[in-house]
């Protein structure tokens, strides 16, 4: 069982930037193919970006790319997620999920973090 701590969130002013951390447990993580999620007040959690176990394969919904990076460091275990460029739509709460293969969809994903919160002010 793998266990997933974020952390990196807090307030930022519009065109600001984060970098949001995740380091996993309980695996080996060179074997996980990682996700990062949001979920805003009222939204249904939704797909922000992914990597590929080696890093070489990157995921971005249409919102995020040019703005947000996905990377990893598996000998630290960690996935990162650089967000320059903020806007208040990208306020939510961000989760940190692992899967076995890379992709785009929640039900793909078998562990999840607790989450941090992000919020953008205009």
């Known amino acids: 069982q793998v266990q997933l701590v974020e952390s990196g969130g807090g307030l930022v002013q519009a065109g600001g930037s984060l970098r949001l951390s995740c380091v996993a447990s309980?695996?080996?993580?060179?074997?996980?193919?990682m996700g990062w999620f949001r979920q805003a007040p009222g939204k249904e959690r939704e797909f922000v970006a992914a990597i590929s176990q080696s890093g070489s394969d990157t995921l971005y919904t249409d919102s995020v790319k040019d703005r947000f990076t996905i990377s990893r460091d598996n000998a630290e275990n960690t996935v990162y997620l650089q967000m320059n460029s903020l806007k208040p739509e990208d306020t939510a709460n961000y989760y940190c999920?692992?899967?076995?293969?890379?992709?785009?969809?929640?039900?793909?994903?078998?562990?999840w973090g607790q989450g941090t919160q992000v919020t953008v002010s205009s």
């Open positions: 309980g695996r080996t993580f060179s074997w996980l193919a």
């Open positions: 999920a692992a899967a076995s293969i890379v992709g785009m969809t929640l039900e793909g994903y078998r562990a």
